[in-house]
């Protein structure tokens, strides 16, 4: 390809993704990560009474806060799926396909070429990164929470910061990755630990806290979090290695074998064939190897896919079991009654929004002093505690009343064999899992999702044999 521009120029305005992907296009994807998370930020709002309210607060809040730390966290995400699928034109790939030979011997210097595709991909993620967040603000408005401006450029900068991070090493390990089949597990590995980075170096401490992050300065005290020197370090290690490594696999150019029909070969030669994707030769007594690798893989997908939807399925039958149960006739498994407490006023024994499960139990039932109970009372359901014994009569009231409420009033004194379960424990992740579950994307994953898995099973199936063989040379 022959450019009028001048490369760097070219390249910029190409910005070195998919090639078909015009600058309207790159605002289309960044506006939406911008919808995308922002409606992930309406969703979790149906569950802030659960147990995601304690272990992540910071995707929790009803702030600005929180819809740009879910931004931040979904682009980077998608990103990563994003450079996967794409890897041939986000990454130094090319040069081994002998893309930049030609060019070379135009006159065009590897360096400077290089570095053009490295700034090209960093501000195509600037463009894309900035253009989603400004969004996100703009829809936030709407929310109506409080604004506050402090902590804006410090999530702004954590969310790119790692965007060309991951860039800068993506782009620099496609130059040592042979096998482009193996580029998928390099980048989820290196996903993973930059994840665990986050936490293991207190990164995470400090980029969740809100009060924290209105201070810009705090991201840079190294006496918190060594996150940023460390990531930093890494990737311009990585730049300068890639610049000497592309600079001299720039050069070299395959020159492609032909065939002759006429040769005799000698006994017991080894006939092999070239694997474009695996960049290796290939043994052709090695097919069968081949069809077994691909029987293994499908069968392996079938098998995910049966669990899934068959976990699927039984998580929804679980859901209605307990949303249609009527009081006194809830549904039990292996001797427990589950649960969904509603309230508050047993905390912290039993959280909103808890799955809770209680022993069910017959009217001679051994109840202890402080046990928890499930029992009818004017055939409403109620949880107390049990607080005094006389006989066959037991004295029950909450734990926890509600502010300005008049304590005592919800002391009942039942008979014993009004009470049907005892509480034995709880699960505040599968309530909260239920929880999410009754919501429209709820609905859409655990039901919808399995139900056309089940009927395009086979066409599913058709395209993972096929990516198998692409990956396999067949």
């Not at 070379?104 to 195509?124: D, Q, R, V």
């Not at 505040?428 to 898995?453: E, Q």
């Amino acid at each position: 390809m022959i450019y009028i521009k001048s490369y760097f120029k070219k390249e910029l305005q190409n910005a070195y993704i998919q090639y078909h992907m015009s600058k309207r296009n790159r605002i289309f994807f960044a506006l939406f990560l911008g919808l995308l998370s922002f409606a992930m930020h309406f969703v979790l709002q149906t569950l802030t009474d659960s147990v995601l309210s304690d272990a992540v607060p910071e995707i929790m809040q009803t702030s600005y806060f929180s819809t740009l730390y879910t931004y931040n966290s979904i682009t980077f995400l998608v990103y990563v799926v994003y450079f996967v699928i794409n890897y041939s034109n986000l990454s130094f790939a090319e040069i081994k396909k002998n893309r930049w030979y030609s060019l070379i011997k135009m006159g065009y210097k590897p360096i400077p070429m290089i570095f053009s595709k490295f700034i090209a991909l960093i501000l195509s993620v600037f463009f894309i990164y900035s253009i989603g967040f400004v969004f996100t603000i703009l829809l936030t408005i709407f929310l109506k929470y409080n604004f506050i401006l402090a902590y804006l450029p410090s999530l702004y900068f954590v969310g790119l910061f790692d965007l060309v991070a991951v860039t800068i090493l993506f782009t620099s390990a496609s130059l040592f990755i042979k096998n482009p089949a193996n580029v998928k597990y390099f980048i989820f590995i290196t996903t993973v630990l930059i994840v665990v980075a986050h936490m293991l170096l207190g990164y995470n401490d400090i980029v969740a806290n809100r009060v924290l992050m209105q201070n810009f300065s705090i991201l840079f005290d190294f006496g918190r979090s060594l996150y940023l020197p460390a990531l930093a370090t890494i990737s311009l290690a990585g730049l300068v290695i890639a610049v000497f490594k592309a600079k001299n696999a720039s050069q070299y150019y395959t020159i492609p074998y032909y065939n002759t029909y006429d040769y005799v070969l000698p006994e017991n030669t080894l006939i092999v064939k070239y694997n474009p994707k695996a960049q290796k030769a290939v043994p052709i007594n090695n097919e069968k190897r081949s069809v077994l690798r691909s029987k293994i893989f499908n069968t392996t997908v079938t098998i995910f896919l049966v669990i899934f939807i068959c976990a699927a399925l039984a998580f929804n039958v679980f859901i209605i079991l307990i949303s249609t149960s009527q009081p006194g006739k809830e549904v039990t498994i292996s001797g427990k009654i589950p649960y969904i407490f509603k309230s508050d006023t047993m905390e912290p024994t039993i959280m909103e929004n808890d799955l809770a499960y209680f022993d069910r139990v017959g009217n001679a039932a051994d109840i202890e002093l402080g046990d928890v109970v499930l029992f009818l009372y004017d055939n409403t359901v109620y949880i107390e505690r049990v607080t005094s014994i006389d006989g066959n009569s037991l004295t029950v009231d909450i734990d926890a009343y509600p502010p300005l409420s008049q304590k005592g009033v919800m002391i009942k004194t039942i008979e014993r064999n009004t009470v049907y379960g005892i509480f034995s424990y709880r699960n505040r992740w599968l309530g909260a899992l239920i929880l999410f579950a009754n919501t429209i994307l709820g609905r859409v994953i655990f039901l919808i999702l399995p139900a056309l898995l089940l009927f395009f099973n086979k066409p599913m199936k058709t395209v993972f044999e096929n990516r198998t063989k692409k990956y396999a040379g067949e």
